[in-house]
């Protein structure tokens, strides 16, 4: 399995950016799929995932409202959407993936990793 995330860069408040995840190989390894990002200093924490082969959605309550995770037709490509960003999103962004069919908000539950994209938002 490998994650190719992509999309990141340095913009203003309120702006907005998308960022992909294109995963290639095992896609039987990929039943979920998520993003998580890390800030300087802080964990990697949760920001949004999804079944592949599902529409449900999730997110953390920092994001919500204001990040969107969707997935192309083929389900090999995933995005976050995010918009209104703020000076605290800062971070660098992970897409993962895990096999498991249950959603898990916990980092240590995904098997897969990319190699993540920066985000930077400046006030």
């Known amino acids: 399995v490998q994650l190719q995330a992509s999309g990141g860069g340095l913009v203003q408040a309120g702006a907005s950016l998308r960022l992909s995840c294109a995963a290639s190989?095992?896609?039987?390894?990929?039943?979920?799929m998520a993003w998580f990002r890390q800030a300087p200093g802080k964990e990697r924490e949760f920001v949004a995932a999804m079944p592949r082969s599902g529409t449900n959605t999730y997110y953390a309550d920092s994001v919500k409202g204001r990040f969107t995770i969707s997935k192309d037709n083929a389900k090999t490509t995933v995005f976050l959407q995010m918009n209104s960003l703020r000076p605290e999103d800062t971070a660098v962004y992970y897409c993962a993936a895990r096999p498991f069919t249950v959603i898990s908000y916990d980092r240590r539950q995904y098997n897969y990793w990319g190699q993540g994209t920066l985000v930077t938002v400046s006030s």
């Open positions: 190989g095992r896609t039987s390894s990929m039943n979920v």
